[in-house]
């Protein structure tokens, strides 16, 4: 059972050194003793035995103090500030098949506070997700194998590739892969396009359809400290198969974990599942905040627009505080990741708590302001002037 | 007259065991006293007439406990499920005339609690639904006569089912008919998706277009269990002549609706009406719960994403109870079709109180997951630990 191995710390010295977060934050203790028993049961464990549990995987996951976080990298706004500096994100995906992913991935980011959400689909996917909402920028840039002729293949690669470079330095993060399809010739503009965004630095999310093609062509993020993975149950699987070639080991999931990140040269990997699990190759973090019941396709979208925007601001908030910081850890792809996580499962909960069984992402994406609010209150320029 | 015949059952000793649904069940004793006499006027019967009228028809037409199957077979919410075991639907239909009616089913099964809906429809129709909702999965992969030349025809039929046959086995149930027109060769690609549905042991419901498709070639449907036709007046009409080779007879109306359903090898049949009856050929059982006196277009095309959800629960249901069930009769796909027309009829009574004249088929659509909620509430996995 994962919970021999993977129980949340009680340790939390690593986490937060402010007074009001204080060492054994006792909110977190309840709720770590919580899942401790829902996980195995009370009566199976003994309290030695949990004592034993506890000892034994001690610091191997630290319950993240997600809020705290997420508090600390959220911009203030500033009237002073310009459109584009709370955040440029663009997301790469979208195509015949699919259009509701990179919507979903890409007005997350706008919601949570990004200035600008761009997205860049293939020709036919461009005018219906323009459809969902006047606030994204949609780019019908890419092209799928059924409309290219092969002696154009080259050419239009070519074009692609340029289209999107034009554009890419002003990005503070792409997000590869909602509703991105596996069509061929697509999966090699896009290796292409995320190889130019590595060479410039620029951060990347990797989600659905991005997990397939970076699964197979594990170079195109290994050793980018940049990159992060978001895998759901069956793309962590295939992750596994192909870095560790084993299978998925929940006895030894925290191990297992900190082998993949290290495995892919300490990419930042969130593992989703009913407990996000990051880890960047040195220590697991948890996100443990009750989400919802809920598995309606689409709110793996939400995750990675909101991981998008809060690893560029974590960035923006480290290289502020110019080491003068409050937090650990002071990765910001884990930091990114924790906020992110955070914030769906609050988004997820509220929507669940008004619509239960009918919930749906849409309605998850209308409480990602309520959410947030919650969190990191606004606190307009007019307040604390 | 109806009422001669057609009569509910004082008797449902079949239908519930539990203490709650006690053998002679008042509430819906009383309901059926009510629709007796709004069927055949206080002063026409004498209380003698009554009881005989009663005694003729006894078990021939059974008053479902609806909500007590409802709330049975709809899952617990367990946020260790993972995506797609709450359900996978996908509904074929949809083409350049028609393009609510595939929506209206699809966004129907996600509203009451499925994970993911698809929808398999023409190239024109595609954008245009997915358009109305971003949570759909829309495959643009039927084509009609219009835009084939007849030397393509076969090699196009067969790209077709290969694109749907991708698919086909991660589906708990295919809802044909909805939008899908009556061209030619949209039809006989139809035909062979139904064909391979059958093969792979995939639940049919059919309903509009796809009713028509089936009253001219029986065999798509016949002699398969996980079949469920949902007639209105006019399409039950047309079966009759066809299977039966007679005119509806509502003197016989019980009767009929078994013959018809045994005519078609036990499929499962829905007669939508003014009481929505449902039979596999053995007995017949009434949902009566009051509705909408609107009549707007698309209130079929919920009750067929409904149904299918439903019928995908009760087989979940019926495969985890492993024999030890409570409610009766324990055919998933007549199961299926009383939750579906139970909760349609509820969404759609809440619906017009608010609307009034108003009402359309979208506003139903918004109640469904209240009208749940009310007959099967989710408490969250908070609550019930």
Redesign the interface.
Known sequence: MLIKHVVMSYRLTSLSSSNSHTLLNKAVLRRQLFLIR?LAGDTELSNRKMAQQIEDVNAKVLEADAEHILRAITPSLDPNRHKGQAGKIAVVGGC?????AP??SAISALKIGADLSHVFCTE?AA??IK??SPELIVHPVLQESYSVREEDKESISRKVLAEVDKWMERFDCLVVGPGLGRDPFLMECVSEIMKHAKDAKVPIVVDGDGLFLVTNCLDLVSDYPLAVLTP??NEYKRLVQKVLKCEVNDEEAAEQLISLSKGIGGVTILRK??FDFISDGTTVHSVSV??????????GDILSGSVALFLSWARQYLSAADGNLNIKPVNPTVLGCIAGSVLMRKAASLA??N????????DIIEYLGESLEDMAPANSYQDTN
């Open positions: 829902a015949r098949e699919y259009t509701g919507y979903f036919d005018p219906v459809s969902y759901n149950v599942g009913k009750y989400g919802s019941p809920r598995r309606c396709g689409g709110q669940f708590c619509k239960k069984r009918s919930t749906l992402t849409t």
